[in-house]
């Protein structure tokens, strides 16, 4: 079966799954009964097909988001693109070890214009390109926000560290922000991440990829944490069981609409009693 077939296919099996269609006003009333509103500031993870069918796709979910949002409030999502990286740590699918050298000198250089997300589904993907939406520097991690507080989230984003106190997950923090799962669990939880610097339970690593300097392509190394996010599911199943977690569905999908600093506190100190 052809990739086309195989399209066709689960776009039948959504279409046969969804009662009425989902629509940019349907998802948007869901989005305001699960407790989002005007002025948030909120992190944003989706998976489009767990939503139903959706007329618009990608699209209406943005536009339902921002319809509830407004500008004056802020959306961030995780734009990331892993293989923008040192192939030495690469398991899916790991190269050649005489591929490195080329991959190293070869690779396009990350562009926050141009630089496609990777495994973050087509909501994230079309985010990145949205008229007025900034994304921030890091090759391998980067944040994309959109509303009134965009630039001050995004602007700063070191390198080293990529995850940590210098980054849109530190800045969403001091914002209060919620984290808003959209047919997504806890191991989608981006904002861990910052947990796991605050408690310095991850082993340090040293990583790599092409970056733009001075309009050169460069290949930049830099020091990070080999992310233990294989825990995250246990983490939060504790974290929802212990503190207020809004549930609800958006669409065919289940949803969950959280503080994002309580999240990152509550993991401190799940990750200090889990990694002694």
């Known amino acids: 079966m052809g990739k086309k077939e195989m399209e ?22 869901d989005l305001r009964d699960l407790g989002l509103r005007a002025g948030n500031c ?4 989706t998976s489009l097909s767990s939503l139903g069918w959706v007329c618009g796709g990608a699209v209406a979910v943005i536009q339902a988001l921002m319809d509830v949002i407004t500008p004056m409030g802020t959306i961030v999502m995780p734009t990331q693109s892993p293989t923008l990286s040192d192939p030495v740590h690469w398991e899916a699918p790991p190269v050649p070890k005489e591929w490195h050298p080329i991959i190293r000198s070869e690779m396009p250089p990350y562009d926050p214009r141009t630089t496609p997300t990777q495994g973050m589904g087509q909501v994230a993907e079309i985010f990145r390109t949205w008229p007025g939406a900034i994304r921030s ?3 391998k991690v980067s944040f994309t926000a959109w509303g009134s507080d965009a630039d001050r989230i995004v602007a700063h984003h070191s390198i080293d560290y990529s995850m940590g106190e210098a980054s849109p997950l530190a800045s969403l923090y001091q914002n209060d922000a919620q984290v808003l799962f959209l047919g997504t669990g806890y191991d989608t939880n981006t904002s861990f991440h910052l947990a796991e610097y605050r408690v310095g339970c991850a082993v340090q690593m040293e990583e790599g990829a092409p970056v733009l300097e001075n309009e ?7 020091t990070d944490l080999d992310h233990q996010t294989d825990l995250f599911v246990e983490l939060g199943r504790d974290f929802e069981r212990d503190c207020t977690v809004h549930k609800g569905s958006v669409g065919s999908g289940k949803a969950r609409l959280f503080s994002q600093r309580k999240a990152v506190d509550y993991a ?4 200090r009693d889990h990694h002694k």
Do not use: F
Request: proline share 5%; net charge positive; charged share 20%.
């Open 42 to 45: 909120v992190m944003v993870h």
């Open 137 to 139: 520097a890091h090759p």
């Open 216 to 222: 050169q392509r460069v290949w930049k190394t830099y």
């Open 8 to 29: 066709n296919v689960d776009e039948q099996q959504l279409v046969q799954n969804t009662t009425l269609p989902i629509t940019r006003s349907t998802l948007g009333k």
């Open 268 to 271: 401190e100190g799940w990750l």
